[in-house]
């Protein structure tokens, strides 16, 4: 047969830790960290299944039929009202409903990015906003918000978005602070660059009160209907339940209206199924309901690993206290350690991490870890834990060996 | 404010017949003969409302923790099984699910195309397939399969893909005769191109028995499990209802390997409710027990339109009978009519068409009208029709004044 056509270049682009993580879920006994995913006993799976089996029966039409591009009309309604505040004011034409958060880094891809153009990025940077913008090649500028000499404008100046995720960043867990919050929305108004605030763990706040989102910091700047340059991604798969596959951007009427075309030709639409049981679970509270309960968990979770973290890995490795989100970011203390090499030595002592070099836009970050802790219990946790201090003890070993 | 970053290229390239669509959504009366929608009355609302009730509480980790990047296994295993033959052999590494039909179409354009490579695509071809490839910015190579002379190996010969619709294609409602069907296949056999052969309306043959898929025929030339260069695109939305967002695609496995990491970036994976309900409707054979009503529905609706354009609209146009579909292809007598104005004439005597242009690659065709004969009654098909001579008419005898 003849020679086929090569597959588009950024598909070259790839790494062999996905193939390793795939590989990871056939291993017997293995304590898995290096996901992201929640725990499924905290999902309203009575109450889900219920809405579902109404939703076909009292909404034939929005359940069936294709759905408008942009998302159902209640769903949008219920989105604008529900992040609403004195002084942000929200309608339909601010939402779209995308198919999943993923979906949403997607389209902002398509309708902000051609080749070569910059994007800043927070670093180290979400691996899945890594992955939807790999097709349409961009130019990264990294920066890191700890430094204290960061310079936002600069950073900002010339970017076709900037992108953070302020709430307990994956993979740092880290919370941007209200002082730099304002900062970020100044720089994003001064320099007119398009600001996306990914939010996925907003509700995740384990201590504390939440902070104001830099949406409500950007409005609280201008009255009237908002318009200006944050580009909110929110989703139901960390509120309340993944399968479902719902998302949603909040952001200006005119990147809102340049999305909608990046969804015709992406899905078309997003399932109205799953957008119609979505609305149900927003009208009964459902993501209020199951709060409590999802934060306990994870903070118990949380204090489990830390402690055994403390017991096991501090000659290893230096972390902060996640005050949210999913995840703790530890740092290799001995700078010869490679962690990409940590993934599969880790694997063969029984326990998955993810190392750094996943969320390094430029790919290069040997030195750290990402541990989850939100779908483990704190047993497994613990002996997660002594199991990688184990693997990075045998590696350093081996590292010094080969020295 | 600063001035923003400006949108990216592709979203340039618009025109306004989009807008004048949505704006004819709001004409009081207006008969819609330009959309592309079943009759909501054949969807078995019952049956998927008593499958999404069950789903949830029979398949909670399916339905709500996130599916497999490629679909859930037994939805796959479902339709290698679906589609096997005798000669066509399947396992589920030929198969991932996708977020409807269009997700398809946007998937290949990821994996197969980089800025200015070439895609051969039938012509005139399906408006949401140039809209899912614009963002991947390719070169067009259109070719008549009409044309008696037409090379099918210079065609083929050095383009990533070729795109073809061979069951009633969109908008043409041509067949692909099977002679021309064995002639394509043995053409990308030849020249190792890849081929698409879009099949939404395959289910759709209101006259006659279906003809083999190209998939079928490319299989029977080698044996073994499949391997070749055919990559079929099925979808849930025409066999049953399309607001579940579910569609497939069956090809080589090292293509559904790339189409995976396309999809992983685009939206992780579809809606595990959704796909749960699609494998209910299938082992229940929902697609064969609606197939009767909707075939003797659409047939009849067919011939209403048919008999209402032979008495209004035989001076204005010449078209062909199509033997399946959903569409009327006809095109203008009268060299001067611009169908893109059309639109608008028509839209003032309460009838719109999908314009000829929107079907071009190169936007240029202004000869031609599709017209949809599936959402309307008889009654409604017939006055439309009415209406449509009378705005041809009015359009052309304003074109001579003009003139």
Redesign the interface.
């Known amino acids: 047969?003849?020679?086929?056509?090569q597959?588009?270049?950024w598909?070259s682009d790839?790494n062999d830790v996905t193939a390793t993580f795939l590989a990871a879920g056939q291993i017997p006994g293995l304590i898995n960290l290096g996901g992201g995913?929640p725990e499924?006993s905290t999902?309203p799976?009575?109450e889900?299944?219920a809405l579902?089996?109404?939703?076909?029966?009292e909404h034939?039409?929005?359940?069936?039929?294709?759905?408008p591009i942009d998302g159902l009309p209640a769903l949008r309604d219920l989105l604008a009202k529900r992040f609403t505040t004195d002084t942000l004011h929200l309608t339909r034409d601010n939402v779209i409903i995308?198919?999943?958060g993923?979906?949403a880094?997607?389209l902002v891809g398509?309708?902000?990015?051609?080749?070569g153009q910059t994007i800043t990025c927070q670093s180290p940077a979400y691996l899945?906003a890594i992955?939807?913008?790999?097709?349409?090649l961009p130019s990264y500028r990294p920066i890191k918000l700890e430094d204290d000499n960061l310079d936002l404008t600069a950073a900002f100046t010339g970017?076709?978005?900037a992108y953070t995720v302020p709430n307990f960043s994956n993979p740092s867990g880290r919370l941007v602070s209200l002082e730099q919050r304002k900062a970020i929305v100044d720089a994003a108004?001064?320099?007119?660059?398009?600001l996306v605030e990914d939010d996925p763990y907003g509700s995740l706040y384990l201590d504390g009160e939440p902070l104001p989102r830099l949406l409500d910091l950007s409005a609280a700047q201008k009255p009237g209907p908002y318009d200006g340059?944050i580009i909110y991604m929110g989703t139901f798969?960390k509120e309340v339940?993944?399968?479902?596959?719902i998302g949603w951007i909040i952001a200006a009427p005119e990147l809102i209206a340049?999305l909608k075309?990046?969804k015709?030709?992406?899905?078309?639409?997003?399932?109205?199924?799953?957008q119609q049981?979505v609305i149900g679970a927003f009208e009964q509270g459902l993501p209020e309901k199951i709060l409590p309960n999802v934060l306990a968990t994870y903070r118990a979770r949380r204090d489990a690993l830390l402690e055994a973290m403390d017991e096991h890995l501090a000659p290893f490795y230096e972390w902060e206290r996640p005050v949210g989100g999913m995840f703790v970011w530890a740092r290799a203390r001995d700078p010869m350690l490679d962690t990409n090499a940590l993934l599969k030595e880790g694997l063969s002592h029984g326990v998955c991490i993810s190392p750094s070099s996943v969320f390094d836009p430029e790919g290069t970050d040997r030195g750290g870890v990402r541990i989850n802790f939100t779908l483990n219990t704190e047993d497994k946790l613990r002996e997660g834990a002594r199991r990688l201090a184990i693997a990075t003890a045998s590696l350093i070993s081996k590292h010094r060996q080969a020295a």
């Not at 992955?131 to 349409?136: L, M, T, V």
């Not at 108004?189 to 398009?194: K, P, Q, V």
């Not at 339940?241 to 596959?245: D, E, I, V």
Request: proline share 9%.
């Open positions: 047969m003849a020679q086929r056509p597959f588009a270049g598909l790839t995913l499924p999902y799976a009575a889900l299944s579902a089996g109404r939703a076909i029966e034939p039409h929005a359940t069936l039929n294709y759905p995308t198919s999943g993923m979906q880094l997607d398509k309708v902000l990015v051609d080749a899945g992955d939807a913008w790999k097709p349409r970017a076709q978005f108004h001064a320099t007119g660059t398009w340059p798969s339940a993944p399968g479902l596959r340049a075309t990046a015709q030709g992406s899905d078309m639409c997003s399932s109205g199924l799953s049981v």
